[in-house]
């Protein structure tokens, strides 16, 4: 069972709500990735025990037994795990939004819109990389063009990726699986969630604009839980300007889902928590989901807040 809720007594510090990095890398060294990850309630809420397994954060048999088996095998597939990864389930299973999901499906399956792509179908105008002139292939736009190579050679992996010599994409994101990142990055696990997020809000009435905000947020894990995050620091301010009613409109409609349905995922047990809290002292409090083209100028803000937000 993980406990969910406030943390640890002397962990979190008393007046930011932040977790206390030094005691943690002190007492827990080897847990300090998973830790800083946990976002706690900030207003103290109650605590919950919740069952990792599920989705719901309800134990059920069939999910122990489960857990049992893999304890007993893990031993035995840890030697062979590089050698029989499963896309579908690399994919699948880490906290990556739709969007970035289907855009790493379709570079499996070849299904981008790339010059070779296009010239196969007789389209013959722009099929060339406008770096260097070569015909635009998956290979050639992610790892061989020289602009590409570049960008790897940044990535703060213990062992360089050598762009140049990938055959194809799904290798490039087997070797992903077991690189180890360097400082001052920090992070222990691969580099596809999100370290560092934004966050952003704009008030508004009838009249139009009376206030934004944003902040920057560590060790966030997923898209989700900045989104999440972004809620519960717009009610906390649209609470200190005194604001008795407010209607919060939000891109991301799992999320949305999750707060009108009373659902709390294990990831977002704490924020949420908050969130339902705080709601209780607007006399009108509602949330609704807009698209993302409509929610522009909040997502500028995020984005300035998360270029001062640290990977790690």
């Known amino acids: 069972m993980n406990y969910l809720g406030k943390g640890p007594p002397s962990f979190p510090s008393s007046e930011t709500k932040e977790w206390?990095?030094?005691?943690?890398?002190?007492?827990?060294?080897?847990l300090t990735h998973l830790i800083l990850r946990i976002k706690p309630s900030v207003l103290e809420v109650e605590d919950?025990?919740?069952w990792p397994l599920q989705k719901s954060g309800n134990y059920s048999t069939k999910s122990g037994y489960y857990a049992g088996s893999q304890a007993t095998h893990?031993?035995?597939?840890?030697?062979?795990?590089?050698?029989?990864?499963?896309?579908k389930k690399l994919i699948g299973t880490p906290r990556l939004s739709p969007k970035l999901k289907l855009f790493l499906w379709r570079v499996l399956h070849n299904a981008l819109p790339t010059?070779?792509?296009?010239?196969?179908?007789?389209?013959?105008?722009?099929?060339?990389?406008?770096?260097c002139g070569?015909?635009?292939?998956?290979?050639?736009?992610?790892f061989h063009c020289n602009f590409a190579q570049e960008v790897w050679s940044l990535i703060p992996w213990e062992k360089p990726l050598v762009s140049v010599q990938i055959t194809s994409f799904a290798d490039a994101l087997s070797l992903s699986v077991g690189s180890r990142n360097?400082?001052?990055?920090?992070?222990?696990?691969?580099?596809?969630?999100?370290?560092?997020?934004?966050t952003g809000w704009i008030f508004s009435n009838s009249k139009g604009?009376?206030?934004?905000?944003?902040?920057?947020?560590?060790?966030?894990?997923s898209p989700i839980l900045a989104e999440a995050l972004a809620i519960r620091d717009a009610l906390l301010h649209g609470l200190s300007l005194g604001f008795n009613s407010i209607w919060l409109r939000s891109d991301?409609?799992?999320?949305?889902t999750a707060i009108t349905t009373k659902w709390r995922p294990t990831e977002l047990y704490g924020v949420l928590s908050d969130v339902d809290l705080i709601s209780s002292f607007f006399s009108v409090c509602r949330f609704s989901h807009i698209s993302r083209s409509s929610n522009g100028p909040a997502d500028l803000i995020a984005k300035a807040h998360l270029c001062n937000a640290p990977m790690g």
Request: proline letters at 4%.
């Open 134 to 142: 070569e015909i635009k292939t998956a290979n050639h736009l992610f």
């Open 20 to 30: 206390d990095v030094a005691r943690i890398n002190e007492s827990l060294p080897e």
């Open 252 to 256: 991301a409609q799992a999320l949305v």
């Open 209 to 221: 604009e009376i206030g934004r905000g944003g902040k920057s947020h560590y060790h966030v894990a």
């Open 48 to 50: 919950a025990y919740i």
């Open 74 to 87: 893990a031993s035995s597939s840890a030697a062979t795990a590089t050698a029989t990864v499963n896309w």
């Open 182 to 198: 360097l400082p001052p990055t920090g992070v222990t696990i691969n580099l596809f969630p999100w370290a560092g997020a934004g």
């Open 115 to 131: 010059g070779e792509n296009l010239q196969r179908r007789g389209l013959l105008a722009n099929t060339l990389c406008v770096r």
